[in-house]
Nanobody, 118 residues
Framework: QVQLVESGGGLVQAGGSLRLSCKAF????????MGWFRQAPGEEQEFVGR????????TIADSLKGRFTITGDNAKDTVYLEMNNLEPEDTAVYYC???????????WGSGTQVTVSS
């Protein structure tokens, strides 16, 4: 089992920045990837980005490139999402997800609210 705990959400003005953190607990040695999704009110869940622990590679959704960056610190079992030049459209609950080797079912955190005011 893996537990994920997000932090760093909050209220920010448009143009501002936030850094979200997600720390994994439990069987972290089995982790393959850690990443982020988001869900705005009335919208479907949207992929944000992913970090591969084996080689440190990352990917960010095309629509967010240039503003969002995902990084990982394997020693801390933590993945970060740096969000710059935030827009009101970025308002959502941001969820951390993780995959372990040998399973297609992701683990999920409880989410952290990000609200961007105009």
């Amino acid at each position: 089992q893996v537990q994920l705990v997000e932090s760093g959400g909050g209220l920010v003005q448009a143009g501002g920045s936030l850094r979200l953190s997600c720390k994994a607990f439990g069987r972290t040695f089995s982790l393959h990837t850690m990443g982020w999704f988001r869900q705005a009110p009335g919208e479907e869940q949207e992929f944000v980005g992913r970090h591969w622990r084996s080689d440190g590679s990352t990917t960010i959704a095309d629509s967010l490139k240039g503003r969002f960056t995902i990084t990982g610190d394997n020693a801390k079992d933590t993945v970060y999402l740096e969000m710059n030049n935030l827009e009101p459209e970025d308002t959502a609950v941001y969820y951390c997800s993780a995959h372990v080797f040998g399973s297609n079912s992701p683990y999920w955190g409880s989410g952290t609210q990000v609200t961007v005011s105009s």
